[in-house]
């Protein structure tokens, strides 16, 4: 027994040493990082060319009925509630689409790539995807385009030249910067913050963390980034590790980031529990109706989000327009309905616009 | 037991196997193609591979839940060995199915050594190999390999997806080693009877430390190919692959209990499972329907078993 | 921290170990976790920590006991955090209807034990092996959740349904819950004829049979009596927040499962405690806490915590050998 107790002890040990040593996890990810300005002017960006991929010997579908199939990266969460009634609500509108939503019940890599495998099988002439992983969705999306089938992401994006278009919600740079400076209108040029996320491995999480470590760091020097922990979309998870930071920082603590739609309600449920209310803030990514009550109550001062059901709404009319041939290579803007014309960026990238900030004022207008 | 009492479950899964095929085929036409079908066994020899020595696991009377996590390490090493230390391909396949086969004997080590349950120390090293995978990882993806690395899970020979070719080999393999070899006879034995084994003079704990590590390299060989399918590395690969391949193993009539258990049954549990998941979807059933269906049929079919079958142990 | 104190007073020490071995060695590890990591940063044990802890994660505790008891009887339910989903989901329904919240507390937990009790009934009966039986359930449970609710969260219940967020005397009600709980299905385990029955079904169906008892009326009991910790686990679990997200917890069979089993119930049935799961399950809290205080990269936060599962077993099994 001693042996086998020092024997777990000395293993223990050793990974405890690597675990400490391992560069501090904060999160991001380490593709280059782009941060806007402090003072908010736009960078003058380059026009690239277009770099999405096209479909092989498309048939004509121009004005003709098409059925789509929507598979975001899974089913069952409000976000992709949200985005799913946007695309319905489009193909309601326009009238020659016949939509639907299907897809994993868990983010998982290979059961989404299986979905849009049926799908492709199944004869569709169009996909929506919100990609779980950018590169592994690829192989599978080049399949549906050698099928003739129109591709277009939202959300989430793949490597280009696996899909047609990717409508984008609002770039990295701009979600950072509004999430930074309002975090710094609350708790101050010098306070300290951490952040709960979701799983290490999801691109756009690493992403957002990467741009505000960057801008923050150019911006809002003097904050201080305590730590980063991971909670997966998962409600409980997310209370018990900001409960968690609440605890050990005490009060050094000031604000939390919460990163995703499932974190940020969560995290201002664990400072509302916790009778922190107006000594910790919250920002983060979250539809509106989640943190509702948290918003009234002044809990939480802002969030900041895009409009998911106008990302899906956006995303049902690129497609349209990419069947219909009106959107083509070169473009520089897309009429998506009563969202009116949409900027193209980044080549092959459509811009839904800048991210949104709801506060007690406005939150009361908004229902998704 | 008699042969054809061994069979009965498998002759009654057949049947229904031919069954939901003929009805989904009559529900979509795009499901009976050569095309379709041949893609669908591409999509399923992950989970297939795992599932053969899967079932060599469940007759000793044990069970794997670290195989998923053993894929997910497999796929990291891979990735690191090739990009991080900068290993020629071939040598860090090499090295990372070696590890993946090593990790499966470690399984192995700690149940035969130490007499902890199977599923007790499975459970343990389910959370330690994926979370070496993610230390390992540091959440980042490996990308970018060569283009003759994707014909493991992407390439063709003679019109049949690679990987249905390992699967086929791997099958008949695994058939023959459990049906006719004196392995195949000390795994049922060791099943049955673990004490009566030993007093028989078979040699329990080597078998099940060959079967374990044997499970350890299948599941590193499904995560190369896995790799190669969707050409990037991610430590969360493979995670549940566990209740897929369990649950294709005792579809196929593996008893739980230890004893009984077929190749040409997992076999036929994968293939039905796969063909709803499928047929399915091309019929317009959406996943969340398809999952309730998978589960009735895997409680149906055993229910018909053991109706047929009043005296199987239970 | 284990050796020292054995070698202390070793005679009365082994006599406790021999009925309470793995109950002692996971007691022991909270222990020494709460002095190592309360060494390192005292706020661990500010009572506000400790409270989250255990209020945090009480709800599997009381899953764990349920499945101790299911274990104990030689069977396993892995269907048992989808089925915590839909519990909550039926609960929260319920509550936003407007019901009475005594209803919307009873109702899922009544289909909890229905439910169970049906599993159980299949199990017993038909003899196909409860891992076979739970892991279709499984698939029912979570496919079926999600076409009904397509994964909608419900909000806005009325708080005086929020029966986990309830502080009575300043202690969360969900660890009143939890300590009663266990303490009753460790007095019944103990003291009844049906306590009794549950072990000896597990250890030896036939001879069960052959002392008087009803296996097959026993197996569906138990599996009622799961249902019914279920039932109050998931109503915990819909009440801790104002959000229930009507999906399957992930992975959330596995952390009940493992609870039992480090908490020295054998997996082969017929021995074990309810009073282990629970500590096996608050030892998990403690250490998902203290790898945030000890500042362990997030990286290998699963792999420590995997490590640990191998060590406390594998002192088990130390344990064991010695005390044959």
């Known amino acids: 027994m001693k042996k086998m107790t020092l024997g777990a002890i000395l293993g223990l040990a050793l990974m405890s040493g690597s675990a400490l040593a391992a560069s501090a996890w904060t999160g991001g990810d380490d593709l280059p990082t782009s941060p806007l300005a402090c003072d908010g002017t736009a960078g003058a960006s380059a026009a690239m060319p277009y770099d999405g991929g096209s479909p092989t010997n498309p048939p004509d579908r121009k004005g003709k009925k098409i059925t789509v199939v929507d598979i975001p990266k899974l089913i069952g969460i409000g976000y992709f509630n949200a985005t799913t009634k946007g695309i319905l609500d489009a193909a309601a509108e326009l009238g020659n689409v016949d939509a639907k939503t299907d897809g994993p019940t868990k983010a998982n890599i290979d059961e989404q790539i299986t979905f849009i495998d049926n799908y492709i099988t199944s004869g569709v002439d169009g996909i929506l995807f919100a990609a779980n992983d950018p590169v592994a969705i690829a192989p599978v999306l080049k399949k549906a385009l050698e099928k003739g089938i129109n591709v277009v992401g939202y959300d989430a994006n793949a490597t280009p030249d696996a899909r047609q278009w990717f409508v984008n919600q609002a770039q990295f740079n701009g979600i950072a910067k509004a999430m930074v400076d309002n975090m710094a209108a609350e708790i101050g040029e010098e306070g300290s913050f951490a952040i709960v996320t979701s799983t290490f491995t999801t691109p756009n999480q690493a992403r957002w963390i990467a741009e505000m470590g960057a801008y923050a760091a150019a911006c809002h020097p003097k904050m201080k980034w305590l730590e980063t922990v991971e909670a997966q979309e998962d409600n409980n998870l997310s209370f018990n590790q900001a409960t968690t930071l609440i605890n050990k920082y005490g009060d050094e603590l000031k604000g939390i980031f919460g990163m995703t739609s499932v974190a940020t309600p969560a995290s201002a449920e664990a400072v509302t529990q916790a009778n922190k209310c107006g000594t910790i803030a919250v920002v983060g990514l979250a539809t509106p109706n989640a943190m509702k009550p948290y918003v009234e109550k002044g809990c939480v001062k802002s969030v900041v989000l895009w409009n998911p059901v106008d990302l899906g709404y956006a995303a049902m009319h690129v497609l349209r327009a990419v069947a219909d041939g009106t959107l083509v290579p070169g473009a520089t803007s897309v009429k998506a309905g009563k969202l009116g014309d949409l900027q193209i960026i980044n080549g092959s990238e459509i811009l839904l616009g800048a991210p949104y900030v709801f506060t007690k004022d406005n939150i009361g207008q908004f229902d998704f | 037991m008699t042969a054809s009492k061994l069979l009965r479950h498998e002759t009654i899964l057949a049947v229904l196997t031919i069954i939901a095929l003929a009805v989904l085929a009559s529900l979509s036409d795009k499901f009976f193609t050569a095309e379709n079908l041949l893609n669908q066994g591409r999509l399923m020899s992950e989970v297939g591979l795992v599932a053969l020595a899967m079932t060599f696991v469940i007759v000793t009377g044990g069970i794997d839940l670290s195989v998923g996590s053993i894929l997910g390490l497999t796929a990291i090493l891979l990735g690191v060995f090739w990009k991080n230390l900068g290993l020629p391909l071939p040598l860090a396949i090499a090295g990372a199915l070696a590890c993946g086969t090593f990790a499966g004997w470690v399984n192995g080590f700690i149940i035969t050594r130490f007499s902890v349950p199977p599923l007790i120390a499975t459970l343990a090293t389910l959370a330690l190999y994926r979370g070496l995978a993610e230390g390992i990882s540091e959440a980042r993806s490996v990308r970018g390999y060569p283009e003759w690395f994707y014909v493991f899970g992407q390439g063709e020979i003679l019109g049949v997806p690679f990987q249905l070719w390992i699967l086929g080999i791997a099958t008949v393999v695994s058939a023959v080693i459990l049906g006719l070899t004196p392995f195949g006879r000390a795994t049922y034995a060791i099943g049955a009877n673990e004490t009566a084994a030993r007093f028989s003079g078979i040699r329990v704990h080597a078998t099940k430390l060959w079967i374990y590590t044997a499970a350890g390299f299948v599941s590193a060989l499904a995560a190369v190919i896995f790799v190669s399918r969707v050409t990037t590395t991610r430590s969360d690969m493979g995670t549940g692959l566990e209740l897929d391949v369990i649950t294709g193993v005792v579809l196929g009539g593996t008893s739980i209990f230890g004893g009984r258990g077929t190749i040409i049954g997992t076999v036929l549990g994968l293939i039905l499972i796969q063909a709803l998941k499928n047929g399915l979807a091309l019929s317009g059933v959406k996943g969340d329907g398809t999952i309730v269906v998978i589960g009735l049929v895997l409680i149906g079919a055993i229910l018909i078993g053991a109706m047929f079958d009043k005296n199987r142990g239970g | ?324």
């Open chain 3, 1 to 324: 921290m284990s050796s020292v104190s054995a070698g202390a007073s070793r005679s009365t020490l082994q006599r406790f170990l021999g009925g309470y071995g793995q109950e002692i060695v996971v007691l022991l590890s909270i222990v020494a976790l709460f002095i190592v990591v309360g060494f390192v940063n005292p706020r661990f044990l500010s009572d506000t920590n400790i409270n989250s802890i255990f209020a945090g994660n009480a709800y599997i505790a009381i899953a764990a006991i349920g499945m101790s008891m299911i274990i104990i009887a030689g069977h396993i339910d892995v269907s048992v955090g989808a089925m915590i989903g839909v519990i909550a989901t039926i609960a929260g329904t319920l509550a936003v209807a407007g019901y009475p919240v005594w209803i919307a507390w009873s109702v899922p937990i009544l289909f909890s034990i229905v439910v169970s009790a049906g599993t159980g009934a299949l199990v017993a009966y038909t003899r196909i092996p409860s891992i076979v039986v739970t892991l279709g359930m499984l698939s029912i449970l979570k496919g079926g959740l999600i076409s009904a609710t397509d994964g909608a969260w419900i909000s806005n219940m009325p708080p005086e349904f929020m029966i986990a967020q309830m502080r009575p005397f300043g202690i969360p009600s969900a660890v009143y819950f939890m300590v009663a709980l266990t303490i009753l299905a460790a007095l019944f385990m103990r003291y009844t004829d049906f306590g009794r029955a549950i072990y000896a079904v597990g250890g030896n169906m036939e001879a069960a049979r052959a002392a008087g008892i009803n296996p097959e009326r026993s197996v569906i009991g138990v599996f009622a009596l799961h249902g019914l910790f279920t039932g109050v686990a998931g109503i915990l679990f819909a009440t801790q927040l104002q959000v229930i997200q009507s999906t399957v917890p992930p992975n959330l069979e596995l952390t009940v499962i493992t609870a039992s089993v480090i908490g020295g119930v054998s997996i082969l049935g017929g021995t074990g405690t309810v009073i282990g799961s629970t500590l096996a399950a608050i030892l998990f809290a403690c250490i998902g806490s203290a790898l945030i205080f000890l500042n362990v990269s997030a990286y290998w936060l699963r792999a420590v915590l995997g490590l640990l599962i191998l060590a406390t077993v594998l002192a088990d099994m130390a344990r064991r050998r010695r005390a044959q």
